[in-house]
């Protein structure tokens, strides 16, 4: 029993060849024409008036090949039965359409060759209109005819074919045939052999055709043994006089009841088997043992088929071949849809590297810009100490003059009373000095404590930017090569993170030193206190009445009267003070 959809590819062919214009739609006097045809090979009772009732409402013009269909399905194709001929079918169908569309002058095929290729065309070809076959399927078929004419295939010259179709992956019929015909995949062959090689294609494919040859048969009523040409179908053995296959003898009809076994020599013949069948039973003698196992696999295998309700080896291959297609299209689908959510996270992790990098050269820059302030601060510290030193030396030189000169005034007891309180004033501020050098310590102490916690936070931010990239690692083995420059991009974090915390470290030691230069300044203060004690205690003795002098009351020191007033004193004092303190806590 034929299968609708292959009748429906021969009838497509004819209607489209009806439809001269290429609209898709046929006049009402062709579509008769066309169905009553398609009645008569297929042995159904035409009934015009059906015709006339399906397209009452467009009786003038054109009708479509939607409208046709539903006819088609109902009044036709409904009422198939396998006892016609369906090559009958397919001559009738190729008949409409091949004069329209090729002409095999030119070509090295006969007309007969290239209607065996078309009906091998509609076999192979997709079930969806238009009808085309792929490259998958003129591979296969392509294989099968270069082996039937016993030359070798050539993958390279397919391959190259393939590349001259560029994007184009599948032909009509009328392209196979033209590729069958020019002779591109047998050059060097005669005519001859390619008809064969086509009509040993068609006879495998379109007829079911298993396996032929000759071998002796026993006969029922004579018992003698006659060379027949056995022809193997899926569901019978036939046998001829000769291989022309135009005097049947007889059919063996396989069922789900028969059964082959091998069969001992006796009279003379060699390599026996039997068919044994729900009637009778069929003794044949092969030629050669391998003959014999390849007759006897043969014939097992479509009896094995039938038991299964499978259809005919070269459609279930056909199916499969499909089913493999549509299952690498998913396949193909899936994947796409992989790599189009794979390039989204990518871009999406693309977008967070640029922003995080973007906050990264943000922080370097403000790190850079408070880097820069921090030196120009440090710049205008040493610059102001400088100029007190300079001033202090000059101030000390100016002392060193004065005391020079108003040596001879160190007798006056008021002056020494003066100096003795100006004496003990100096070891008040020498110990404000001493505890305001303490006070900086413990914020040097404190500012070191910050400087160690930013650095464990460092620590952490770096440890917890390794357990992140631990994590991306180990989420997908599968998105490795994706994710590869994510991952440089974060060991450059790490590294720039790595480099941070190497640039606190010194300037924590730093820190270290500074606090250290201020012990040691500390220190000094206070030998320096316990220097001016040791003077106090030694001028304590040396103070004696003396007459006030005609000059105005001045600031007398050890050395002589001062180059400057308390208040001047006291204003430098606290401006070096606010030095030092900005100085520390800038540090």
Request: with cysteine; aromatic share 8%; glycine share 4%.
């Amino acid at each position: 029993m034929w299968l609708r959809e292959e009748l429906l590819k021969s009838i497509w062919h004819a209607f489209t060849a009806l439809d001269v214009d290429q609209r898709g739609k046929v006049s009402k006097s062709q579509l008769k024409v066309l169905s009553h045809n398609l009645c008569t090979v297929m042995k159904i009772p035409h009934d015009p008036v059906a015709l006339e009732e399906h397209f009452k409402d467009n009786d003038e013009g054109p009708l479509s090949n939607q409208g046709y269909m539903p006819y088609l399905n109902r009044f036709i194709l409904d009422k198939v039965c396998g006892d016609f001929d369906i090559m009958e079918f397919n001559r009738m169908c190729w008949t409409l359409c091949y004069k329209k569309n090729i002409h095999t002058k030119h070509l090295l095929i006969s007309d007969n060759d290239a209607f065996k290729v078309w009906c091998i065309f509609n076999f192979l070809s997709e079930d969806r209109y238009p009808l085309v076959i792929v490259m998958e399927e003129i591979e296969y078929f392509l294989r099968k005819l270069t082996e039937a004419m016993g030359t070798v295939w050539s993958k390279e010259s397919f391959a190259e074919y393939k590349q001259r179709q560029n994007s184009k992956n599948f032909l009509s019929a009328w392209e196979l045939i033209e590729l069958v015909g020019m002779g591109y995949f047998c050059k060097g062959l005669n005519r001859q052999i390619l008809a064969m090689g086509i009509n040993e294609v068609f006879n495998e494919l379109i007829l079911d055709v298993l396996k032929e040859g000759y071998m002796m048969k026993k006969g029922h009523v004579r018992k003698n043994w006659t060379e027949r040409w056995f022809v193997l179908r899926p569901t019978s053995l036939s046998y001829y006089v000769c291989e022309d296959l135009e005097e049947k003898k007889g059919d063996i009809i396989l069922d789900q009841s028969c059964c082959v076994e091998s069969l001992p020599d006796k009279e003379g013949k060699k390599c026996l088997f039997i068919i044994k069948c729900a009637d009778k039973s069929f003794e044949i003698s092969a030629s050669d043992k391998k003959k014999k196992q390849e007759w006897t696999q043969a014939i097992q295998t479509c009896i094995q088929q039938l038991r299964l309700g499978l259809l005919s080896p070269h459609r279930e291959a056909r199916l499969r071949r499909r089913e493999l297609r549509q299952r690498q299209q998913v396949e193909e689908d899936d994947l796409a849809e992989r790599m189009r959510q794979l390039q989204a996270a990518n871009e999406s992790k693309q977008r967070e590297l640029e922003a995080m990098r973007m906050k990264m050269e943000e922080a370097a820059a403000k790190a850079a810009l408070e880097e820069q302030r921090r030196k120009q601060t440090q710049l205008d510290l040493q610059d102001r100490y400088r100029l007190d030193m300079e001033r202090e030396k000059m101030v000390r030189q100016q002392m060193e003059e004065q005391v020079a000169q108003k040596s001879s005034e160190l007798e006056q007891y008021l002056q020494r009373v003066r100096e003795l309180e100006d004496m003990y004033h100096r070891l008040e501020e020498a110990l404000e000095d001493e505890r305001q050098a303490k006070q900086d310590e413990e914020a040097m102490r404190k500012l070191q404590a910050s400087l160690l916690e930013k650095e464990a936070a460092k620590r952490a931010e770096l440890e917890r930017i390794q357990q992140q990239q631990q994590r991306a690692l180990s989420q997908t083995e599968a998105e490795k090569q994706e994710l590869m420059a994510e991952q440089l991009a974060k060991e450059r974090d790490l590294q720039a993170a790595v480099q941070q915390l190497e640039r606190l470290q010194r300037e924590r030691q730093g820190a270290v030193k500074q606090y250290e230069a201020v012990t040691r300044k500390l220190e000094r203060a206070a030998n320096k206190t316990k220097t001016w004690k040791d003077k106090v205690a030694k001028h304590e003795g040396l103070v004696r009445l003396i007459q006030p002098g005609h000059k105005e009351p001045q600031r007398i020191t050890n050395w002589g009267p001062a180059s400057f007033t308390d208040t001047e004193l006291d204003l430098k004092k606290n401006g070096l003070y606010v030095a030092h303190s900005e100085y520390y806590c800038t540090t």
